[in-house]
């Protein structure tokens, strides 16, 4: 079946570390994003690429970090810059041509920072 | 610029009532696309439907309708005889459909609470 994990589901972070977070999609969809939830809010955008080797940031990218090295893989690193890194962090990706370009999202992480 | 408007927060009804759930945008674009996508506890957002801004016509799925409306920009989501799995966080949002972005603008969202 085609879709996006991210993984972990759970994580915990002292303060001071940078933790990383995976996606991976096997949907063949050359843009992926991620965006930060955090409670009762909706989504913002933190970065997004469009193609391997490539990404731009989104509205909040400071204290964040990414790299596109693969088609499939998208992971976000959480630095100790950020200030207020306790959120749900959600992976989509999309098409970027034709008329189908809605984005699909994987399950999310939680991370809490202690 | 877009901009997506969920006025409503938070719905709490009975199992089986009808309820819509309120969207409305703004957009300088032509024509552009809108979407629903439903976020259950769970946490992961399920993608309902994409309308064109060009097809005005109303959808329906089920219990699930849309009516989409361009003389008012709303894009309203009505679940008929709603049940309990239906509780959960639904988002409206908005994407150009030509020049080249393809980054969707999202409502905050409104929370629907579907009692026994």
């Known amino acids: 079946d085609g879709g996006i994990t991210q993984s972990p589901k759970y994580l915990f972070r002292k303060e001071g570390q940078n933790v990383t977070l995976s996606c991976e999609q096997n949907?063949?969809?050359?843009?992926m994003y991620w965006y930060r939830q955090d409670p009762g809010q909706g989504l913002r955008l933190i970065y997004y690429s469009q193609i391997v080797n490539d990404f731009q940031k989104g509205d909040i990218a400071e204290g964040y970090s990414v790299s596109r090295e693969k088609k499939e893989s998208f992971p976000l690193t959480v630095t100790s810059a950020q200030k207020n890194p306790t959120a749900f962090y959600l992976c989509?990706?999309?098409?970027?041509?034709?008329?189908?370009?809605?984005?699909?999202f994987g399950p999310g992480t939680r991370l809490t920072v202690l | 610029a877009q901009k997506v408007t969920q006025a409503q927060t938070e719905i709490s009804v009975v199992e089986k009532e009808d309820v819509t759930l309120d969207c409305v945008y703004e957009t300088r674009d032509t024509t552009y696309y809108l979407f629903w996508y439903k976020q259950p506890p769970s946490g992961e957002l399920v993608f309902l439907i994409r309308?064109?801004?060009?097809?005005?016509q109303n959808e329906i799925s089920g219990r699930y309708s849309w009516n989409f409306q361009k003389s008012t920009s709303s894009f309203n989501f009505t679940i008929t005889a709603s049940q309990v799995v239906d509780s959960a966080v639904y988002f409206c949002a908005l994407r150009p459909a030509s020049g080249g972005s393809y980054i969707p603008t999202f409502g905050r969202g409104t929370s629907l609470i579907v009692h026994p």
């Open positions: 989509a990706s999309s098409r970027t041509s034709g008329l189908r370009r809605e984005q699909f």
């Open positions: 949907l063949n969809h050359d843009a």
């Open positions: 309308r064109n801004s060009f097809d005005e």
